[in-house]
């Protein structure tokens, strides 16, 4: 295997590196509209409270989510991230998952370029498995954002976990990611451990990543629900779990066709009795045929 990478690299020629007309949607990757908000609102609220930290990225990928997080950083903050990107795996179940993955798109310079088209400077780079993050290198309670989203093999999650909890603040947030896809099961056993038998407390579920902390959950859930979010289009649910209350957050769906009628003829249809409701819709069909008739007499 060979010895881990690790750079905290300034930009030497930017005008090279940086892809043309690259957008922010448009770098590859699995991170998606509910999440990239639920990260902003948290990270702005954070710093508009004063609380002050670096931000820690296990599994970049391609840049996607770093690049947001690169966006939060305060004077005096450091965004680390965490990823083999095109080294060996250290052992052959992870390499598998690699192959399997992301062997054929995964690189540093390709990271490297994405995070340089939207930030001056490169985060502070460890080319390497995130076990060996385990050694201290993060100073303890020196993060107040932590994203996990490297191996979802069980064991590698479980000790991401542990990385997360040595890193984080008082009141910093972790989120995992997929942390309930049918294809993961090793990141769901792992995180749902750390939630049972070690004080992790559910603040946010979305989709696809679990938000958690150490700290104070319901003052994490305070902040989250301080945002209207249904006025976005997002549903906001809630649940217990073991006597916890748990945010659920996910983008609203689009009504179906048959339940976008114009206001007016919503009124009309819901105050007319039932006899001539039946007769309106039937009239209302009778056109639509007819209409659809003509278009195809028309280009016929």
Sequence with gaps: ??????????????????????????????????????????????????????????????????????????????????DLFDSEAGDADNAAEMAMSYRKTLTRTAFEANYLTFHDELPVIVQAPTSVLADGRIPAGSCRFVHIDASHLYEHVAGDIEVARAALAEDGLVALDDYRSEHTPGVSAAVWQAVFTGGLRPVLLTPMKFYGTWGDAEAAQRVLLSRDWRAEGFTVDEDTIAGARVVRLNKAKPAPAAQRRSAPRRLALDLLPPVATRAARRVLRELRGRRAGQQVRATG
Excluded: N
Excluded at 2 to 16: I, Q, R, S, W, Y
Excluded at 42 to 64: C, H, K, M, N
């Design 1 to 82: 295997m060979p010895a881990p990478l690790e750079a905290a690299v300034p930009v030497a020629d930017t005008e090279t590196a940086r892809p043309a007309r690259l957008t922010r949607d448009g770098i590859p990757g699995w991170f998606f509209k509910v999440d990239q908000e639920a990260f902003g609102h948290f990270l702005t609220a954070q710093s508009a409270g004063g609380r002050t930290g670096d931000i820690l990225e296990l599994g970049t990928y391609l840049g996607r989510s770093a690049v947001l997080l690169g966006d939060h950083l305060r004077p005096g903050e450091q965004l680390t991230v965490c």
